[in-house]
């Protein structure tokens, strides 16, 4: 069965101090991992797709990373509006149905 | 491109109450999901169409929720009669299935069954 943990649950920051979500995974056959963000009271929004283990991904302060059993999200000096739950979710082979995590609430206070 | 639209944004019920929700994928999108959101659950699969077809309903909880795409532009997802453990955010959100790509979210919609 796909299983997707991510940790920790929540985590508070302050603006400035870099830290890392984890997704670990196990999936027949990885197809794509991907990250979203989520804001209270809104859907989760697309932040990157990963296909392969080593593959990197950047957005402003965000940095994605993939091995074969898990991603990191790294925030580099966060600021208050990354404040946000992040959810991550991976893509078996032959499906096209994603198995989503519980998600990381992170708060970054100023 | 307006995004996946759903309507309406927040229902407030009673129990034994029909709900009927909404949900208009982007144009082009030929694969449409339906999500139930709590605290104690996260985010669960409801239901999967592809081309209008249901593919994968195994997530719907019981017979009182049903699902259909009659065109695709347009889904509803029904629960008859509610219940207050019903109450929680539904997603709607469609993607191609041209490879494994990313999905795009509706904003949800707030049930509440009292």
């Known amino acids: 069965e796909d299983q997707v943990t991510q940790s920790p649950e929540a985590l508070r920051l302050q603006e400035g101090e870099s830290s890392s979500l984890n997704c670990s995974y196990t999936?027949?056959?990885?197809?794509?991992l991907f990250w979203y963000r989520q804001d209270p009271g809104k859907g989760p929004e697309f932040l990157f797709t990963?296909?392969?283990a080593g593959e990197e991904k950047e957005k402003e302060r965000l940095k994605a990373t993939l091995t074969k059993k898990e991603s990191f999200l790294h925030i580099t000096a966060p600021k208050p509006e990354d404040s946000a739950t992040y959810l991550c979710?991976?893509?078996?082979?032959?499906?096209?149905?994603?198995?989503f995590g519980r998600g990381t609430s992170l708060i970054v206070h100023p | 491109d307006a995004g996946v639209i759903q309507s309406p944004r927040h229902e407030v019920t009673e129990m034994g109450q029909e709900v009927t929700l909404r949900c208009k994928p982007i144009?082009?999108?030929?694969?449409l999901f339906w999500y139930r959101q709590t605290m104690m659950r996260g985010l669960e699969l409801l239901i999967y169409?592809?081309?209008?077809?249901?593919?994968?309903d195994s997530g719907m909880p019981e017979d009182r929720f049903s699902a259909k795409m009659p065109n695709a532009s347009f889904s509803t997802l029904k629960i008859q009669p509610s219940e207050p453990r019903d109450s929680a955010v539904y997603f709607c959100?469609?993607?191609?299935?041209?490879?494994?790509?990313?999905?795009?979210f509706g904003p949800g919609t707030r049930l509440t069954v009292l």
């Open positions: 959100a469609s993607k191609t299935d041209r490879g494994y790509n990313e999905q795009f």
């Open positions: 999936v027949s056959g990885l197809r794509g």
């Open positions: 990963l296909y392969s």
């Open positions: 979710a991976v893509q078996p082979g032959g499906s096209y149905i994603p198995t």
């Open positions: 144009s082009g999108h030929n694969s």
């Open positions: 169409f592809n081309n209008n077809v249901p593919i994968d």
